[in-house]
C-alpha cells in the first residue's frame, strides 16, 4: 500500500504532462466502494440465513419461477413464438425480485462478494447452494403437477420443450448454451444490485427472462421445472433423463457466471484502497498504523 493508505496509481495514465498526479486518480471510484458494500452486505444476509429462511425462500422461489414458465406456455401455445414467450416469461423474474425469494443461480455473485469482503464463508457459501438449489426444485415440481392438471393442453408442448433440452448432446454448443445461461441470470442479479429504481429492475428482470427461456438456453432450474412437467404429462420423459443432462448443465451455469461477472467484479474490487475488513466494510486507517 502506497504512504497515508492511499493505494497506488499508474505513473503513465496518473501524471499529467508536468509529471504531477491528479489526486483523484488516488482515490477510488464512489460507485464503486457503494457497489461493493451494497454487494457484500446483501450477499452475507444471504449466507446468514437460518435453515428455516433458506427452506421457505427457496420453494417459494421454484414456485414463483413456475408462475413465469406457466406464462411462457400460454403465450407459447397461443402464438408459437418463443421470443414471445420469452418475454412473458420476465413474470417470473419479477415476481422473485418482488417477493424477496431465491434462487440457485441468482447466487452466483452477491454471496461470492461477501466471502471476499470476509464476511461469510465457503461452507456457508455450499449450504446456501445447495438448499436452494433442491428446494427450488421441490418447489417447481409441485407447480408443475398443479399445472398440468389445470391445463391438460399444454402436455405436448411440455414434451416437446423436455426433448429439446434431454436429447441435446453434450457437445460444444451445449456446453455454451449452459454457460450463457450462467452469465445471463448472473449479469441479471448485478443489473438489479446497481440501480435503486424498481422499475429499472422490472426491465432488467423482462430482459433476462427474454435472453434465457426466448433463446432456450440452458438453465439448471428453469429447464428442470420444464422437464418435470413433461415427466407429470406422461411424456417419454424419464427422470434420468433429465439426470443425464442436469448433471453437466449446473455445473457450467456456476462457471459461467462466476468466470464472466464475478471474477471480473472482484477485480474491480481489488482497486479499493485497502483490503476488505470482516465487517465487510473497508478497513480505515488509524493513527498507528
Request: aromatic share 10%; hydrophobic share 50%.
Amino acid at each position: 500500500m502506497s504512504e497515508g493508505g492511499s493505494r497506488p496509481t499508474d505513473d503513465v495514465v496518473a501524471q499529467d504532462r508536468d509529471g504531477h498526479v491528479d489526486p483523484a486518480a488516488d482515490r477510488p471510484e464512489p460507485e464503486v466502494v457503494e457497489s461493493f458494500e451494497g454487494s457484500a452486505e446483501k450477499g452475507a444476509d444471504r449466507l446468514h440465513r437460518t435453515w428455516r429462511a433458506l427452506l421457505t425462500t427457496g420453494i417459494f422461489g421454484g414456485l414463483e419461477i413456475g408462475l413465469g414458465i406457466l406464462a411462457y406456455l400460454a403465450v407459447l401455445h397461443g402464438t408459437g413464438s418463443h421470443l414471445l414467450a420469452g418475454l412473458a416469461f420476465g413474470i417470473g423474474f419479477v415476481a422473485l425480485y418482488l417477493a424477496h425469494s431465491e434462487l440457485f443461480t441468482e447466487g452466483f455473485l452477491l454471496p461470492i462478494m461477501a466471502i471476499f469482503a470476509g464476511r461469510g464463508t465457503v461452507l456457508q457459501l455450499m449450504r446456501l447452494w445447495g438448499v436452494t438449489l433442491l428446494t427450488n426444485l421441490a418447489g417447481g415440481w409441485v407447480f408443475m403437477w398443479l399445472v398440468v392438471q389445470a391445463f391438460p393442453e399444454f402436455s405436448d408442448l411440455l414434451a416437446e420443450t423436455a426433448r429439446h433440452f434431454v436429447d441435446a448432446p453434450l457437445d460444444l454448443q451445449a456446453v455454451a448454451l449452459s454457460l450463457l445461461g450462467g452469465f445471463v441470470i448472473t449479469v441479471l442479479t448485478r443489473m438489479q444490485q446497481g440501480t435503486d429504481s424498481d422499475g429499472v429492475k422490472v426491465v432488467a428482470a423482462f430482459s433476462a427472462g427474454f435472453l434465457l427461456a426466448g433463446l432456450s438456453l440452458f438453465h439448471s432450474v428453469l429447464d428442470s421445472i420444464l422437464i418435470f412437467g413433461a415427466i407429470h404429462a406422461g411424456a417419454a420423459v424419464s427422470y434420468a433423463d433429465w439426470l443425464g443432462w442436469f448433471w453437466y448443465v449446473v455445473p457450467l451455469n456456476v462457471l459461467g457466471g462466476l468466470v464472466f461477472v464475478t471474477s471480473l467484479r472482484l477485480v474491480r474490487a481489488s482497486e479499493l484502497p485497502e483490503a476488505p475488513g470482516p465487517d465487510g466494510g473497508l478497513e480505515q486507517d488509524t493513527p498507528g498504523r
